[in-house]
């Protein structure tokens, strides 16, 4: 069928779903020319599975286990079960939360890489069986899926391969060295049947089938599953363990049928954790092997589907991409004073360009000790899923004229057109204002082909250009400022084959007070201005600042309370010794963000004392500039700063540098000293691996400590690394 319509010299015809074609993965053949390879990629389309899960767009990803507790990015596997203390667990919280934020599916980290499990296996004590959660009677995993069942979400399983416990323990099974026999999955335990009697025989050591066991537990007890998450990231190894992936793969498609599995041939990371997606998002994607068959799955970076990259390629295939982010510094939850939460703008800013960039938005919120999302984090979201109803939820083109395959609601019908020939033009009753305007392409039946396109709107009897995108996929979100018109052309320039277009929508949003940064200069001058952020009102030459009134204020407070309309107005640049100041801006009716910063003591006299790369010397480390960074070379990875008069500390922050990821500090001890010769430890600190996120961490004593010198040392740097790096370090009064 497709290929009767790719012989059509000119056509816009309306198809539905029932007419799909196409392959999830094509390989390329030696004869094939590069018009071939792009006629390929432009049959390459998703499974059900996976298109089920494009729509899923918004997800929240939910951390949550003995890290909670001990305050650790990454836990060591020797935790004692008795630490997870947990008295209240309010799932329900957490899913009405993330409904309200318009979230589809909670994806839980069953078990991080510390071990520890969070419902109740049969094939391990360590974990909530061995806890004072509910007398060990306690299933987490249960009480979600309960939450998730009620509040309408789908459920996702994160269990990592990594596993510290498995490792560290005598009896571990990571590493074992045991031998590959045949073994039944799963293990019959006694007293403890499965309703599911569905069994496997796979060929594995003892930690594959440890993970197989699990697996069954988990995708046969706790309802359907829709995701499996498996973590690439791996503290530790032993024993050149390996994994049977195929074996797992082969397990979860016959028990969760409907079940993507990120990490391997079904969804990939997009390759940071800061909520970045590319300019050009492709689905499609190469392999130098057939990825069925393969057992791992390297991370993948750069660009993944340009022409260019095809043309290499001996094997096409679909694979969307997560974008995945916390709510919070780090992934687990730590403490509700320095532990930063971002803004509604910043989720919302990012929400637009993952889910408008052809990509899944799996954002993480962890639970508190309490067992909830703490207020501030669901104060965000509520605003950031009010903010996604307010824009999205209203289509401005509802009474609009034109191709009505792409106007209507109707998922499954779609135009098929020509490249710079076919146009569309949307004609209004009368005109709208907006800045916002989405696309989807057809990409259950035609797979990923748009290359450019182009949004032009009829203003002062002439057309004008609106904004313009590359790739489009599943769903673009073009920004722009506003534009108001009756009259809309929608252009696709460049794509593979015959572009298919399933949807076009326009919005309003309504422009907020900006998010505000603050920062202070080397001699304690503190400045708070507009966020300067790569969303660029460019299009119309104006800038962000343009788009709002002259009514705006920043106020802002340095006494912890948040600042109101009676707040000091912020006019020129203040003095400041030490500690927190919050700000927000106001516009006529309108509230922007809160911004917080803390500011450790003014470091103007200070001096510092290192060994050096010879480039990225000592005094980086405390010039009150970000920019710039120490790096110890291949010296000792250690700081010593002078304060030049006796202080009482009660902690400190570090700022790694942005984009420098040798000597990141992943686990480190802090010294103090009243002289300089003698020292005292004040303690070790863990800031888990920063490379995927380098965000300023800060870590707070156990008690004040007195002293004038301060020496940081380096014990683990993160990948390996041998020497220190710091960009900026605070020291907290
Ligand atoms: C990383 C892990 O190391 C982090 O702890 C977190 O789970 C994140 C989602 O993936 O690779």
Same mark, same amino acid.
């Given at each position: ?117 969070? $419902? ?98 988990? @995708? ?48 990939? $990371? ?11 998002? $492709? ?12 057992? @791992? ?437």
């Amino acid at each position: 069928m497709i290929n009767k319509i790719l012989t059509c010299a000119f056509c816009v015809l309306i198809f539905t779903a029932a007419n799909a074609q196409g392959q999830r993965t094509i390989k390329i053949n030696s004869e094939d020319s590069h018009d071939d390879i792009i006629e390929k990629a432009a049959l390459v389309v998703p499974t059900a599975n996976q298109y089920a899960y494009k729509k899923l767009e918004f997800t929240c990803f939910v951390h949550f286990g003995v890290n909670t507790f001990t305050r650790k990015e990454w836990g060591d596997g020797f935790e004692d079960p008795k630490i997870f203390n947990l008295q209240n667990l309010d799932t329900d919280q957490w899913c009405r939360t993330a409904k309200e934020a318009g979230m589809k599916l909670v994806m839980f980290t069953a078990k991080h890489h510390d071990g520890f499990v969070l $419902w109740q296996s049969r094939y391990t004590k360590h974990g909530v069986m061995s806890s004072p959660f509910k007398d060990g009677k306690g299933d987490v995993l249960k009480e979600l899926a309960a939450s998730c069942q009620k509040y309408g979400l789908k459920l996702g399983v994160y269990l990592s391969p990594a596993d510290l416990y498995q490792i560290e323990n005598k009896e571990g099974l990571y590493g074992n060295l045991s031998e590959y026999t045949e073994r039944v999955i799963p293990r019959p335990i006694e007293g403890r049947p499965f309703a599911n009697k569905t069994s496997f025989k796979f060929k594995v050591d003892d930690y594959n089938e440890y993970v197989l066991n699990q697996l069954f537990e988990l @995708l046969t007890e706790y309802g359907p599953i829709h995701e499996v998450w498996f973590d690439g990231a791996h503290p530790k190894r032993k024993g050149d363990q390996q994994y049977n992936y195929l074996a797992w793969k082969k397990l979860i498609q016959t028990l969760a049928p409907e079940a993507v599995i990120f990490g391997k041939e079904d969804v990939r $990371w997009c390759g940071n954790e800061s909520g970045a997606t590319r300019e050009s998002e $492709w689905d499609v994607v190469t392999f130098d092997e057939d990825p069925h068959q393969m057992n @791992l799955f390297p991370d993948m970076h750069g660009d993944l589907g340009s022409r260019e990259k095809l043309f290499d390629a001996k094997y096409l295939h679909y694979l969307p991409a997560e974008t995945d982010t916390s709510i919070r510094e780090g992934w687990f939850y730590r403490d509700e004073t320095d532990q930063k939460v971002r803004s509604a703008d910043d989720v919302f800013d990012i929400y637009e360009r993952s889910v408008g960039g052809n990509a899944t938005f799996l954002l993480n919120i962890p639970p508190n000790r309490e067992g909830k999302f703490s207020d501030e984090d669901v104060s965000v979201l509520k605003e950031v899923g009010k903010r996604i109803r307010e824009t999205y939820g209203n289509d401005l083109l509802k009474n609009a004229k034109g191709e009505s395959a792409i106007l209507d609601a109707n998922e499954d019908s779609y135009v098929l057109g020509e490249n710079g020939k076919d146009t569309f033009i949307i004609t209004l009753p009368k005109t709208i204002t907006l800045n916002r305007f989405v696309l989807q392409e057809a990409i259950q039946t035609h797979g990923q082909r748009i290359e450019k396109h182009a949004l032009d709107a009829w203003v002062n009897d002439k057309w004008e250009h609106v904004a313009e995108g590359t790739t489009i996929g599943y769903k673009k979100i073009l920004r722009f400022a506003d534009v108001t018109a009756n009259k809309l052309r929608v252009r696709i320039l460049k794509s593979r084959s015959k572009f298919s277009l399933s949807k076009v929508s326009a919005h309003y949003y309504t422009p907020r007070p900006p998010q505000l940064s603050i920062n202070r200069n080397l001699n304690g001058q503190v400045t708070i201005a507009p966020k300067k952020s790569d969303f660029g009102w460019k299009l119309h030459g104006e800038g962000f600042q343009k788009d709002l009134s002259n009514d705006l204020e920043i106020r802002y407070t340095t006494d912890g309370t948040v600042p109101n309309k009676n707040s000091k107005i912020f006019t020129n640049s203040f003095f400041l010794k030490s500690g927190g100041v919050k700000a927000i801006a106001f516009e006529k009716e309108q509230t922007g963000s809160l911004s917080e910063r803390e500011f450790g003591l003014v470091k103007k006299n200070w001096t510092v004392k290192g060994t050096t790369d010879n480039k990225n010397k000592p005094e980086n480390a405390i010039d009150a500039d970000e920019k710039t960074y120490w790096n110890s070379g291949n010296g000792v990875p250690e700081l010593t700063i002078d304060l030049k008069e006796t202080k009482s500390i009660r902690g400190f922050i570090y700022t790694p540098p942005l984009n420098f990821k040798e000597g990141l500090i992943e686990k480190g001890i802090i010294k103090v000293s009243k002289n300089g010769e003698s020292w005292k430890t004040v303690q070790t600190f863990d800031l888990g691996n920063l490379i995927n996120d380098p965000t300023a961490r800060t870590i707070q004593f156990t008690k004040k400590v007195k002293g004038q010198y301060i020496r940081i040392e380096a014990i683990i740097g993160a990948g390996g690394s041998t020497s220190a790096t710091i960009a900026e370090i605070d020291i907290l009064e």
